[in-house]
């Protein structure tokens, strides 16, 4: 009997369990995990933090799931893999022996490195345990500074808000999240959170969390000023774990580096979801994302290829559908925005949007709505949707399965055409538009 072993219950380990317990009834399947909330919906924390979603929905599984998918579950960290032996370590003592072995550890919160950065009160959200932490400190603090760009921050910004705690938003540069956002969309998000009564602080870095008896009680920046608060929620990045792999000498750069079949540079090891390195043939390069989707879809294809049915993952195009200061956001492909600046990726991103693209940029605005699409020679390679959502959808179909778009591409690119009616039309009247099955991963849809 085959001895299946996954480092990991996040969804990457768990779809990975779920894909050998589908080719092999009789799979010895062990699940190690340090988290003692085992598998939950990470993007739901942001909907937990602002209290729209109670603890219980973040659990996808109930106890009927778990006694069908009938692995070994241990609580406990992994240290070190023998590959010569077979076997894994674990930091209680004992070692498990395996066959076949998936890394699925995930990411991690890069931690702040200023003086003070131990004191109680500064927060990172990676896990349940860290948002419970987050939402017990916000009931007793009167006031929160948050530094970090991305959809992180905003979601420690906008859950502190929610806990009625006055926030103050450092912003490093100019505007907000200017690795994905134009400076059109970062404004619009910007406003929204100031007509919420969130302080915008722009162009300041942090340089010192002062505390009191070990516990924070003011940050001071790099132009000196110095802001009382009880909280120091930083989303400042996030960087695959590689330690477990690097025990083993496998391969890395910035993730553990695996081919198309989540195989990495030591036979009989996998690696799936944030953690993993993975060969993206449209853009020719080897990117990193922290996306639920294709952690999902990695830890399947690297569960198949465990139990022996050889499939290979074909990177698609990146898809997001998040919210930011209450606005429903899309972002699918190569929008070309990146900057060396903001190298580190935050949570809910992929490297691939910010990748340049051959092609032109076309926006369109009107109130609180922006649509910017990345235009190819004959497809479109990258949207943004941002408000209303009637384009989302036909467009995710449209950039997924590469639909050749020759027949409105100079209508598109004449003004006054309004883009949304031409893309729409168009999209109505393919004849296989309405087969558009793709799953999207909206922060509710992920929760149960
Ligand atoms: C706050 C937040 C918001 C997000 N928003 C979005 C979003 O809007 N859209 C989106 O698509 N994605 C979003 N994401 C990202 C998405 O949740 C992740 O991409 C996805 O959960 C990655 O799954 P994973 O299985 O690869 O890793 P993880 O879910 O991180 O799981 C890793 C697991 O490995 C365990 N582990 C690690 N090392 C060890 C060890 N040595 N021994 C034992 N166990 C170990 C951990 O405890 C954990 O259980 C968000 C994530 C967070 C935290």
Known sequence: MNRYVIVGSGVAGISAAEAIRALDVSANITLISEDRYGFYSRPGLAYYLTGELPEEQLFPYTQADWRRLNLRFILGRAVRIRPQEHRLD???????????????????????????????????????????RLVALARRARRAVVVGGGITALEMVEGLAAQKTEVHYLLRGERYWPAVLDESESRLVEHRLQEHGIHLHYRT????ALGRRGRLAAIRTEKGEILPAEILAVAIGVRARLELAQTAGLETQRGILVDEFMQTSIPDIFAAGDCAQVFDPLSGQSVMETLWNPARAQGDIAGKNMAGQRTSYRHAPSLNVTRLAGLTVTIIGSLGTGREEDATIVRGESEAWRLPFD?????????????????GKNTLLGALVMGDQTLSLPLQDLIFRQVDITPIRAQLLQPPTTLSETILHFWQALPTSSGHARETCTKTANSG
């Open 90 to 132: 674990l930091e209680r003592g004992d070692s498990v022996p395996y066959d076949r072995l998936l890394l699925a550890v995930g990411g991690r919160a890069v931690r702040l490195n200023v003086p003070g950065a131990d004191l109680e009160g500064i927060v990172y959200l990676d896990t349940l345990e860290d948002a419970r």
């Open 205 to 208: 870095e942090l340089a010192e």
């Open 359 to 375: 092609g032109i940029t076309l926006h369109q605005s009107a109130e609180i709505n922006r649509l910017r699409l990345a235009l």
